[in-house]
């Protein structure tokens, strides 16, 4: 037997004889929470504010040091947990989903929903979410509480038996060996702290009898005996003055050597089970570790100035590390050949990152395994298990698989990448894994779960230390992409991206916010302002990371009392500027307001809006019924073409309900997503520190003085996020329509039109130059012609395709083109299809190829992702400042999980 055996049961004997019943009612006691008035106006008063909620109770915390850890008790075997899952989370996701839906009927729609890309965004988001956390949250108290009812019942069984094996041993001893009995009678007179340990010095003195039983002598399973059999001798003391009497209390005793190898049996498999977890725990903490070395490496060759790798493979590095930090689902389809040929070498962080999730899942899983362990032994070794433990245990099961399965680190890293995964093992005292939220009092796991603690403490110190890194690594990313979307060239030129990005250097408030935010990295006050940019993805992150820099309540006010708080003024009025929902039109998120900021530009050379947006738009409006966009679900885009033919089309062309002239007026000016990205983050993460003015409160009864507190900053709140949330919508139906997503129906209609056309679109405007000019959406336009055509197959088109040039007749067939407007390019393998008369560089597209057409995705902008993932972002921050009709247990219950999980 390994020495941890008897770590784990000599920790438990010390409770042994006060283990709380799985069975024992449960008193309910009143306590009195500091704070508690102030903070459920937050959650469901008539302004209620769920956001300022979650830092005030940071504040009741700190009014209240040990509410958390009595409140967590309170709620041990008089909750439904599942039930606390669904009625702290439902109502919010269901309002902020309303929010996202809007006039669409995709809401109806599980076909349409289920491959939307909302779906996959939805996936991405929800670890960080304020739902996402309270789920995470309630997992693991119920996690918690089935725990320690098994480790209750663990010491009823040991002491079951144990005080069997105690009484046989008396009646022994009083017959082969009277002398021991006289000792142990002897230390009736010892102090009652010190009895048991010396009634243990003399059992190792006189151990002859154990060896009969067939124990080994140098075996560690001794010292754990000696302590249970200690601790019922000395129990027996209390109240008799012989442990003779112990052999009449538990009356007719048979074959206590059955019953220690239970008690072993049963010791080592919970053993064997804590050494497993404290293995993962450690697993988790080295393979981070190297983690953060990797990135450190690779940050290295990211730098331009310091020529360590070329152009091209630094390129590629700074890819692979956005497939990393952010999810693949982020990096888009398309790989350039030098990310194709860094990606398929062997990295170290892939190794690394493996370890790290498998372990994660591992440690996730533990309470399972223990379960199943439990449920294994159950019978033979007479471990009696209350239904009301296993009503619990299915319940923790239940709530914690639902929760891995959207939570999950897995999950999160596969949609958020490792800052995703990161938020899971950090957030909610251990997050998914059940391990932070545990008592103390645990019995045979304590000393693990104190190791496990620590473990835990030094991942998370870990973590803080790097994420400084995590966030430049991931600014570096974003700046990027802007810089490879600029060198595409096909969709927003040039002048168009560097417009944006002028217009936001020339905005002071607007560097203001980003030196609010930064705030939250840095280790003084006041902080230099920062011009990188902020991601989407980093939202949530942001705002805990400003939480827990700054503390309650008071640390914010005194933060914003300083020069933050000047900061603070200007970034309200960055955002009471952009956001203004009654004012659209006015927006300085539109690109006709940001080509103001170019002194002397006389040719705005925009083309995106005048040669693509504003046609295409033009085009749509004459093809479709009196609808508005959003019935029409254009901030909803479907994630292929044959959910396209199948749902969306009938979104777009069916009648409508109301009989109006349709509504793309909303749609007219083209907003700039770059901007529209960095003030919406900013506005999610700044949001509730910048609307209240917090700084001018004295204490969190002024705070929600509904006068001039809590009302007016959820007011702004709300302006704000309604205001931006629409703005978001308007983009996305943008991209959708540059894209060439609800226009496909009507384009393929009109394909013979388009081809027919020879100009080369700069002499001579013809009506169909903004499809021809447009790559996105004729790559869509050619994609979706090809598998209509096959049926969404590739069959046909693929052997056509690789016959080479012989198969010129075949692919001119399948598009209805003449055969001269078709190459194959020998060097490459493909097919260009020529869309004028010119008879170089003209334009000319490739077509797709067979795998391209057999996935039967739709191309979209890389806009496009971070768009939909802010409309999730501001549509759930919408829902934590709207009244959502909580009644007062879902308040009481809600306020109680604020306080516990921060």
């Not at 217009?503 to 006050?525: K, V």
Request: neutral net charge; aromatic residues 6%.
């Amino acid at each position: 037997m390994k020495n941890s055996i008897s770590l784990l049961l000599v920790t438990s004997l010390a409770l042994s004889g006060c283990s709380n019943s799985t069975t024992s009612p449960k008193v309910k006691t009143e306590i009195k929470v500091q704070g508690e008035t102030e903070l459920k106006k937050l959650i469901s008063g008539p302004q209620p504010n769920l956001a300022l909620a979650e830092i005030a109770a940071q504040e009741v915390k700190l009014l209240n040091p040990e509410v958390a850890t009595q409140l967590a008790k309170q709620m041990e075997g008089s909750v439904n947990w599942a039930e606390l899952q669904k009625s702290t989370t439902h109502k919010i996701l269901k309002t902020a989903q309303g929010f996202v839906m809007g006039a669409s009927p995709a809401v109806y729609d599980p076909e349409y929903m289920s491959r939307s890309l909302i779906r996959q965004i939805e996936e991405a988001r929800a670890a960080g979410s304020f739902a996402g956390r309270i789920e995470i949250q309630v997992a693991n108290m119920a996690k918690s509480e089935a725990l320690k009812g098994l480790m209750a019942t663990y010491n009823e069984t040991l002491n079951s038996q144990g005080k069997e094996i105690s009484a046989e041993l008396v009646e022994r001893w009083s017959k082969e060996q009277p002398e021991i009995i006289q000792q142990i009678d002897s230390l009736i007179s010892v102090d009652v702290k010190n009895r048991a340990a010396e009634i243990t010095k003399v059992l190792k003195q006189a151990d002859r009898l154990l060896v009969t039983y067939g124990i080994p002598d140098e075996d560690q399973a001794k010292i754990l005996l000696y302590g249970l059999i200690a601790n019922h001798l000395h129990e027996v003391l209390k109240e008799h003055k012989t442990v003779k009497e112990l052999i009449r209390i538990v009356g007719e005793v048979n074959d206590a050597k059955a019953k220690i190898q239970n008690v072993l049996l049963l010791a080592d498999s919970l053993s064997k089970h804590g050494q497993a977890l404290k293995n993962d725990w450690k697993n988790i903490k080295s393979s981070f570790s190297n983690i953060v070395e990797d990135l450190k490496y690779y940050e290295g060759l990211t730098d331009p100035d310091q020529m360590v790798v070329s152009e091209e493979a630094r390129k590629g590095v700074i890819r692979y590390l956005d497939d990393v930090l952010n999810g693949k689902v982020n990096s888009g389809e398309k790989a350039s050949s030098e990310k194709k040929s860094f990606l398929t070498e062997a990295h170290p962080i892939d190794k690394n990152v493996d370890s790290f999730l498998t372990s994660t899942k591992n440690a996730s899983d533990s309470l399972s395994n223990l379960i199943n362990i439990t449920e294994q032994l159950s019978g033979a070794l007479g471990v009696r298990i209350d239904p009301s433990l296993v009503d619990a245990m299915n319940t923790a099961k239940k709530v914690t698989a639902g929760v891995e399965l959207v939570h999950g680190a897995v999950k999160a890293y596969a949609t958020g990448g490792l800052v995703g995964a990161l938020g899971v093992i950090s957030g909610g005292a251990g997050g998914v894994l059940g391990i932070g939220g545990a008592p103390s009092e645990l019995g045979m796991v304590k000393q693990d779960l104190a190791e496990i603690k620590k473990t835990q403490m030094e991942i998370l110190k870990i973590q803080k230390a790097t994420v400084r890194m995590i966030k430049d690594l991931a600014v570096m990313i974003d700046e990027y992409h802007q810089q490879e979307l600029r060198a595409l060239a096909e969709i927003r030129d040039d002048i168009i991206t560097n417009l944006e990005l002028n217009a936001l250097t020339l905005n002071r408030d607007i560097h203001l916010c980003h030196a609010l935010l930064s705030y939250a990295y840095s280790s003084s006050s006041p902080v230099g302002v920062r011009k990188s940019l902020v991601s989407v993805r980093e939202a949530s992150l942001n705002r805990q990371l400003f939480l827990t820099k700054i503390g309650g309540l008071k640390g914010i006010r005194d933060a914003l009392s300083s020069s933050q708080g000047s900061y603070a003024q200007s970034c309200h009025h960055a955002m009471s500027l952009a956001f203004k929902q009654e004012f659209i039109s006015d927006t300085p998120l539109l690109l006709r307001h940001i080509n103001r900021f170019q002194d002397g530009e006389k040719e705005s050379g925009i083309k995106i809006q005048s040669k693509l947006y504003t046609p295409a738009l033009n085009y749509f409006h004459g093809k479709i019924s009196k609808k508005d966009f959003e019935e029409m679900s254009l901030h909803l885009p479907v994630l292929d073409f044959k959910t396209y033919q199948s749902r969306k089309i009938d979104h777009i062309y069916s009648k409508a309900t109301v009989n109006r002239e349709p509504n793309l007026l909303s749609l007219v000016d083209l907003v700039g997503p770059l901007s529209l990205e960095r003030y919406g983050t900013l506005l999610v993460a700044l949001h509730p520190y910048i609307s209240t003015n917090i700084r001018d409160f004295e204490n969190l009864e002024t705070l929600t003085d509904e006068k001039e507190g809590m009302e007016n900053g959820t007011k702004w709140s709300q302006q704000w996020l309604a205001g931006a949330l629409e703005i978001t919508k308007i983009a996305i139906a943008q991209e959708s329509i540059l894209a060439g997503e609800p226009l496909l129906h009507a384009l393929e209609l009109d394909w013979p039109s388009i081809t027919a056309e020879t100009s080369d679109c700069v002499k001579e405007k013809k009506k169909f130059c903004f499809v021809r000019q447009n790559p996105l959406m004729l790559r869509n336009l050619l994609t979706y012609i090809i598998s209509r055509k096959n049926g969404f197959s590739n069959v046909n088109y693929s052997s056509a395709y690789e016959k080479g040039s012989s198969g010129t007749n075949d692919i001119a067939n399948l598009l209805n083109v003449k055969p001269d407007r078709l190459i194959f390019e020998n060097s490459s393998k493909r097919w260009i299809l020529k869309l004028d008369n010119q008879d170089q560089l003209g334009l000319q597209i490739y077509l797709p190829t067979p795998e391209v057409v057999a996935r039967g995705r739709i191309e979209y902008s890389e806009a496009m992702p971070r768009l939909l993932m802010l409309q999730e972002k501001i549509a759930e921050e919408l829902a934590l400042v709207t009244p959502l009709n909580l009644n007062e247990k879902e308040t009481n219950e809600m306020m109680k999980l604020l306080i516990i999980k921060n």
